[in-house]
C-alpha cells in the first residue's frame, strides 16, 4: 500500500525494519531507559550490534513521546532515531504521545537532512496500543508533518505481521 502526500511517498510493507537498506533513518520503539528489550527494540540491538545499547543508554532517561538518535552501526542504515511509546491506557495524554513519538522522530530525520525513514508500529506490541487507532495516529501524523517536510521524501512503516499490514494500511487508504 502506498499513497503520495505532497511530495512525500507514504508505504506500508510485511517485514523486518532491520533489512531496509535503502532508508536513511530507521526508528526504534525502545523504552524509557534505553537499555534494550525484547520486540523490535530487540531485533534492533541484535542487527546493530553491543555499541548501539552503549549510545542509546548514554542519552537515556526519556520520556513517553520524546525521540533521540544515534548512529546505526552495524545495521545498514545511517542513524537509529529511538522512541518512547506510551503503554496503552485511556489517559487524554496517551495519543497524543503516541504522535509526539512521529513528530519528534520526523523532526530528528530533518535535523539530519535524511531523505527517507523507516517505522515500525511504535506501542502496537508490548505496549498494548490497538491496533487501528495506533495506524490511525501513526498516519494521520505523518501525512500532517508531510506538509511541512523539506528533506523527507519516503516513509515507510515496515509492520512485522499481516493483522498489523492490514491496521496501518486500512489507515493509510482513508487518509483524505
Ligand atoms: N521489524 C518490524 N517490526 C517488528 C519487528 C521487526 N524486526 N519485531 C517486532 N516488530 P514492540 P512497543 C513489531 O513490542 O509495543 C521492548 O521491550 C511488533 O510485532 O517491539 O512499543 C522495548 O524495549 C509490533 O507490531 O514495541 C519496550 O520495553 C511492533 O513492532 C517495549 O518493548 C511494536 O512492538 C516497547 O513496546
Given at each position: 500500500?502506498?499513497?503520495?502526500?505532497?511530495?512525500?511517498?507514504?508505504?506500508?510493507?510485511?517485514?523486518?525494519?532491520?533489512?531496509?537498506?535503502?532508508?536513511?533513518?530507521?526508528?526504534?520503539?525502545?523504552?524509557?531507559?534505553?537499555?534494550?528489550?525484547?520486540?523490535?527494540?530487540?531485533?534492533?540491538?541484535?542487527?546493530?550490534?553491543?555499541?548501539?545499547?552503549?549510545?542509546?543508554?548514554?542519552?537515556a532517561?526519556?520520556?513517553?513521546g520524546?525521540?533521540?538518535?544515534?548512529?546505526?552501526?552495524?545495521?545498514?542504515?545511517?542513524?537509529?532515531?529511538?522512541?518512547?511509546?506510551?503503554?496503552?491506557?485511556?489517559?487524554?495524554?496517551?495519543?497524543?504521545?503516541?504522535?509526539?513519538?512521529?513528530?519528534?522522530?520526523?523532526?530528528?530525520?530533518?535535523?539530519?537532512?535524511?531523505?527517507?525513514?523507516?517505522?515500525?508500529?511504535?506501542?502496537?506490541?508490548?505496549?498494548?496500543?490497538?491496533?487501528?487507532?495506533?495506524?490511525?495516529?501513526?498516519?494521520?501524523?505523518?501525512?500532517?508533518?508531510a506538509?511541512?517536510?523539506?528533506?523527507?521524501?519516503?516513509?515507510?512503516?515496515?509492520?512485522?505481521s499481516?493483522?498489523?499490514?492490514?491496521?496501518?494500511?486500512?489507515?493509510?487508504?482513508?487518509?483524505?
Amino acid at each position: 500500500m502506498q499513497r503520495q502526500i505532497g511530495e512525500l511517498v507514504i508505504e506500508c510493507v510485511h517485514g523486518d525494519i532491520t533489512r531496509q537498506a535503502d532508508i536513511d533513518i530507521i526508528v526504534n520503539a525502545a523504552n524509557k531507559q534505553l537499555k534494550g528489550g525484547g520486540g523490535v527494540d530487540g531485533a534492533i540491538n541484535r542487527a546493530a550490534g553491543p555499541e548501539l545499547v552503549k549510545a542509546s543508554r548514554a542519552l537515556a532517561p526519556i520520556e513517553a513521546g520524546q525521540a533521540v538518535i544515534t548512529e546505526a552501526f552495524e545495521l545498514p542504515n545511517d542513524w537509529v532515531v529511538h522512541c518512547v511509546g506510551p503503554v496503552y491506557s485511556q489517559k487524554p495524554e496517551v495519543p497524543k504521545q503516541l504522535a509526539a513519538c512521529y513528530r519528534n522522530a520526523l523532526a530528528l530525520a530533518e535535523d539530519k537532512q535524511a531523505g527517507s525513514i523507516a517505522f515500525p508500529a511504535i506501542s502496537a506490541g508490548i505496549y498494548g496500543y490497538p491496533l487501528d487507532e495506533a495506524g490511525a495516529i501513526a498516519v494521520q501524523t505523518v501525512a500532517e508533518r508531510a506538509r511541512e517536510a523539506v528533506s523527507i521524501e519516503h516513509v515507510r512503516f515496515v509492520l512485522f505481521s499481516e493483522d498489523v499490514l492490514a491496521a496501518f494500511s486500512e489507515a493509510l487508504s482513508e487518509l483524505s
